[in-house]
């Protein structure tokens, strides 16, 4: 009896490490990694010859950058709107700039377009895009089943 509890409490420690290690790695996200595992992603799904990659990849690198700048600036307005002490005209401001946000983002996603256009065959561009969204909806089915985190949770 005595040695199924120090079992007992050897596995808790283990899992309560191991859900340590979970949670700290969580914290740490290496968007440099990210934009690596992307444009590795997206060469190797549409066989970009290596004059051709040489030439988009800082373009992809800018941009990429330029939405990751956003997206941060975006989640930092809603941690302000989090407290729910806003008057109504600190709505109207963060509501502005959350679509000034969205705005910047299609002006980005524009001009990308347009250097893009200039590199690559018009199939090939398209192939690009779609490669792309195959990304994206590849990290969208890796994601853990259940709901989304509450605004406590985050």
């Known amino acids: 009896m005595r040695n199924l509890r120090i079992y007992s409490q050897l596995l808790l420690l283990c899992l309560t490490l191991i859900t340590t290690q979970a949670q700290n790695r969580r ?16 060469i190797t799904e549409i066989s970009l010859s290596p004059a051709e990659a040489n030439a988009i990849k800082p373009l992809f ?7 990751w700048e956003l ?24 509501n502005d700039k959350m679509i000034n946000n969205e705005i910047k983002r299609s002006q980005y996603l524009r001009e990308y377009h347009l250097k893009l256009r200039k590199l690559l065959k018009p199939n090939v561009l398209f ?12 990290l969208l089915n890796k994601r853990p089943a259940g709901p989304p985190p509450t605004p406590e949770m985050q």
């Open 71 to 94: 997206h941060n600036n975006t989640r930092e307005l809603f941690r302000q709107s989090r407290s729910g002490n806003l008057t109504e005209n600190q709505y109207r401001d963060l």
């Open 61 to 67: 690198l800018d941009y990429e950058k330029k939405n």
């Open 27 to 42: 914290g740490k996200f290496d968007i440099s990694a990210f934009h690596d595992k992307k444009w590795e992603f997206i």
């Open 127 to 138: 192939r690009y895009y779609r490669a792309e969204k195959n990304f994206e909806r590849q």
